[in-house]
């Protein structure tokens, strides 16, 4: 009897210890940081290849904020997803020259100057499709903080790839980021400062 | 003799509880599925990949959708996912499948499971339609219909 009592009490003991560790966990896992704080800072000059296969300098984006995306045009679901959204968002403000939709292909082998240019083509309302040579894409990868990684191999390989949209100002400054798994609202009020600032 | 006699009555209580774990386990045995398939949709594509969602339902016992096949292309099942802001697309275990829980839906959509249709034959417009079939462990395959929707989101 003594022995069962214990053996009750050690169970309870145990599962107590286990929900506190489960929720200090949950809570930690729910604070942890996923976004980049504000005042690192992304970008600068570059120059990749446009949609005709003609050299694109940073430059031609000077004068109007600007949203950038790196994806890939093997990226059926969360590429086409987040441009439809910027696209989306970019109409709920009023104008498509709002501000300019970047997207930088991190697969280089595949996607040449025709592959990201129908890729881009494919929202109705202007997105830039960037290209380059493994190099070129490579450095602006690096400028802008954006990891990717070959997965698998053969014709039908994946890219991981950050998919974070970086947002930049009319002179070329970042000023903020809008994730996948973030909400409407908030990247529509982000993509407002953007656009007064 | 003595011993047998010990041995029997045991026996008996052994032979009644396999019969009432039987009857348990007929009890409990679970519904077989009850799976329908509706709002399917692709996007169109501007690249070599298409993405198609669906919502299946049942209301019966659960089951797993383990393949998908598409007359417009190779079809698999793909799970995208996020973590710490890098998007990653990982293959779904045929063995494994996507749970299909009892009495609830499983929803393909964007930016999770989806249905990935590469080697397509022509890049798919919005109002195409073509039909994709689910297969599953346990229930009949599926078919569905899938319309194309424009790729700028409303």
Known sequence: ?197 | MASLRAIAPAMTTRIAMAALAASLAACSAPAGPKISARDGWARETGGPMAAAYVTVENQGGADQLTSVRSSIGTATLHESSMAGGVMRMRPIDPREGLVVPSNGKLVLAPGGAHVMIGGLKHSLRAGDRFKLTLLFAKARPQKVDITVQPAAGQ
């Open chain 1, 1 to 197: 009897m003594k022995t069962a009592r214990i053996i009750l009490w050690v169970t309870v003991a145990a599962a107590a210890i286990a929900l506190g560790a489960l929720y200090l966990r949950l809570h930690r896992a729910a604070e942890a940081p996923t976004q980049p704080a504000a005042q690192v800072s992304f970008g600068g000059p570059f120059t990749l290849v446009d949609s005709k296969g003609q050299p694109f300098a940073s430059s031609r984006l000077a004068g109007r904020p600007y949203a950038i995306f790196f994806g890939f045009t093997h990226c059926p679901d969360v590429c086409p997803t987040t441009l439809a959204r910027l696209t989306k968002l970019r109409r709920q403000l009023g104008s498509d020259t709002a501000f300019s939709i970047v997207f930088v292909t991190v697969d280089p082998e595949r996607d040449g100057p025709a592959e990201v240019g129908s890729y881009a083509e494919l929202f109705g309302s202007p997105v830039i499709g960037l290209t380059g040579s493994p190099d070129q894409i490579a450095r602006v990868k690096k400028q802008y903080g954006i990891f990717s990684e070959k997965v698998g191999s053969g014709e039908t390989y994946t890219v991981d790839h950050t998919a974070t949209v970086l947002l930049f100002d009319k002179s070329g400054e970042f000023q903020s980021t809008i994730s996948p798994d973030e909400g409407d609202a908030p990247a529509l009020a982000k993509l407002r400062r953007l656009t007064n600032s």
